[in-house]
């Protein structure tokens, strides 16, 4: 079946450090790719998205680009900041005939910002 | 404050008892999703309404669970006998279907149900 694989965490890095986190995905068809952001104490919020290949989704600094010849949706950012600790979850949406537009979820990757 | 919005946002309980909760959706939104989401996992989706029709419940972890969203406007998610392993996050999440791929999901807050 369908299914996310993103780094294990926790991931620590220093202020303005690059960031990467790696999403790789298992799906029939031409899924869309997500990744949510869960900050301390507050609900699941989208950050980017893509629905087709070689879309790039990017917000708040953050990017993520879709590569389907490596089901990859790996997300970057070039400079973090303290206030980009958070858990990051990497998702995808089946797109095939019957399906029901539900999230199929990583387990998600902590990342701490030190300043 | 117009988001998705989830009561009792803590419950705690006895194995063996029935649990109910609340998910009110962002008010145009035709489309109610739950997920259960376990310590170190992602969320897991259970079951999905379009409008008051459930139209997706094979997930649903077992027959104690079921799901409701009677005039497809609030939905309630009940657990009946719980058990110690039901303890999790319940998290619901809304969206606007418009016939587009993918419209973005809103979620709640979530329930954290701790079973002893």
């Known amino acids: 079946g369908d299914s996310v694989t993103q780094m294990e965490g926790p991931v620590t890095l220093s202020e303005e450090a690059f960031l990467t986190i790696n999403c790789t995905y298992t799906?029939?068809?031409?899924?869309?790719l997500f990744w949510y952001v869960q900050y301390p104490g507050e609900g699941l919020q989208l950050l980017l998205k893509?629905?087709?290949?070689?879309d790039k989704g990017s917000n708040k600094g953050f990017e993520a680009t879709y590569r389907k010849e490596t089901t990859s949706f790996h997300l970057e950012k070039g400079s973090v900041q303290v206030s980009d600790s958070a858990v990051y979850f990497c998702?995808?949406?089946?797109?095939?005939?019957?399906?029901?537009?539900?999230?199929?979820f990583g387990k998600g990757t902590k990342l701490s910002v030190k300043p | 404050d117009t988001g998705v919005s989830q009561n009792p946002r803590h419950k705690i309980t006895k194995r063996g008892q029935n649990v109910t909760f609340r998910c009110d959706p962002i008010?145009?939104?035709?489309?109610l999703y739950w997920y259960r989401q376990t310590l170190g996992q992602g969320p897991e989706f259970l079951t999905y309404?379009?409008?008051?029709?459930?139209?997706?419940k094979s997930r649903l972890l077992s027959d104690r669970f079921s799901a409701e969203r009677p005039k497809g406007s609030f939905s309630t998610l009940e657990i009946q006998r719980t058990e110690q392993g039901d303890s999790a996050m319940y998290l619901c999440?809304?969206?606007?279907?418009?016939?587009?791929?993918?419209?973005?999901?809103?979620f709640g807050p979530g329930t954290r149900l701790t079973v002893l």
């Open positions: 799906a029939t068809g031409y899924p869309s």
């Open positions: 893509a629905t087709k290949a070689d």
């Open positions: 999440a809304s969206s606007l279907d418009r016939g587009r791929r993918n419209n973005e999901q809103f």
């Open positions: 309404f379009q409008n008051e029709a459930q139209l997706e």
């Open positions: 998702a995808l949406s089946p797109n095939y005939g019957g399906s029901q537009g539900n999230l199929i």
């Open positions: 008010s145009e939104h035709n489309r």
